[in-house]
């Protein structure tokens, strides 16, 4: 790496000194969390090369760290509305779970959004945000996405606008071979045909993949992020707009995982000692490097697996196995994993009612939370002063 810095008041006669001193202040920069480091860029024009160059973010990206800081998108309304409100909300883990409430109505935690946004995922610090314009009269809308660095105020040039139907689904992600960020849209036809839309930001069209094999349970299910893949838990070779659960059979249930990288798809088998349909949906998470399958047992229990190893289907492992009279809930309605699966947020059994389970030692807290609003989607998410090309 040959880094050119102005500012640096060296005498002419040591360049090799000024070097090491460069190096120096990077390496202790690259130590600092990123808000701070954004101001730490108006103390001389040297700091601003260093804290802005390329290979100074990458490091510091790398050793900032992961899954401290949560987003979450929160809305008064599931309709696309202009006049609903709609917003980014930061806050750190410890600070959610000990008071969600305020931690959420800080308005210095805030950032606002169009009432068309919808957040598709979050990845290295961006935000992936779709925005979507409904036709009149049809099911059709027009999406563009860009990306957003709520930290540096970084806001990309919206993609190429692409025609859907109303059952689609999203998911965002980064490919660290062409060090490119993309955003996948599944699109599932009235014959219950499948197809992706892949775009890469920065370029000038979309991609198709065909014949893609199965679609998620809900069009607000994004793709989850892990090791450069997109993953969704679907029906395979679903049959029009809507399935009856009832009739959904063990072998309709599959995971698909998108590779980014060659822009192909796999399927992940599920655990072997899933032997029965869940009573509801099943759900996946992610938390760290490990993928986490969620469901219920005949409806009165709330199983949990890890793949300890992603992409090795033999490394699922049950992490738990609890009622739901000992949780306090009536269904299961997953939100969020903490804590590499030690911690699960699930809905309680009233509208605003959030239920916190501790695995470690068995706990239960529970919060009314959102008490004026109804939806509340999560993310992991960590600061960072990327902003690409």
Known sequence: MQLHFEGMH???????????????VMEILSWVPAKPLTRLKLVCKSWNSIISHPHFV?????????????????????????????GLVFSSIESFIQNPSSTLDAQENLHSLHGQDWVSGSCNGLVCVAHIFD????????????????????????SPYLRVNVNNAFGFGYDESSDSYKVLTLIRDSSGTVTAQVYSFGGSSWKTINSFPAFPFCVEDNGHFIRGTLNWL?????????????????DM??????????????????????DEIPGEEPTL??????????????????????????????????LL???????????LLSVFIFENGNIFMLRGRHRFEEVFYDRRDNSVKRINILADNSYLIAFDYVESLVQPC
Not at 58 to 86: M, Q, V, Y
Not at 137 to 154: A, E, K, M, V
Not at 255 to 267: A, E, G, M
Not at 321 to 331: A, D, P
Request: glycine share 6%.
């Open 285 to 318: 998470g992610v938390w760290g490097n490990s993928l986490y399958l969620l469901h219920d047992y005949k409806k009165t229990h709330f199983i949990a697996w890890q793949m300890k190893e992603f992409g090795d289907e033999n490394s699922w492992t049950q």
């Open 234 to 250: 679907g029906l395979r070779n679903p049959h029009g707009g809507h399935y009856d659960w009832a009739a959904v059979t063990l």
């Open 321 to 331: 196995k609890i009622s739901f009279q000992n949780l306090g809930v009536e269904r």
């Open 58 to 86: 990458k490091l510091h990206l790398h050793r900032s760290p992961k899954n401290a800081i949560l987003l979450f998108t929160r809305t008064a309304t599931l309709t696309f509305d202009e006049k609903a409100k709609r």
């Open 253 to 274: 249930l599959m995971i698909v995982s998108f590779d980014l990288k060659s822009d192909t798809h796999k399927q992940i088998l599920l655990p072997k000692g899933i």
């Open 135 to 158: 036709h009149p009269n049809n099911d059709i809308s027009d999406i563009w996405f860009r990306l957003l660095n709520p930290l540096t105020g970084f806001i990309s040039e919206n």
């Open 10 to 24: 060296m005498a002419p006669q040591h360049p090799t000194v000024a070097l090491l001193l460069c190096e120096v």
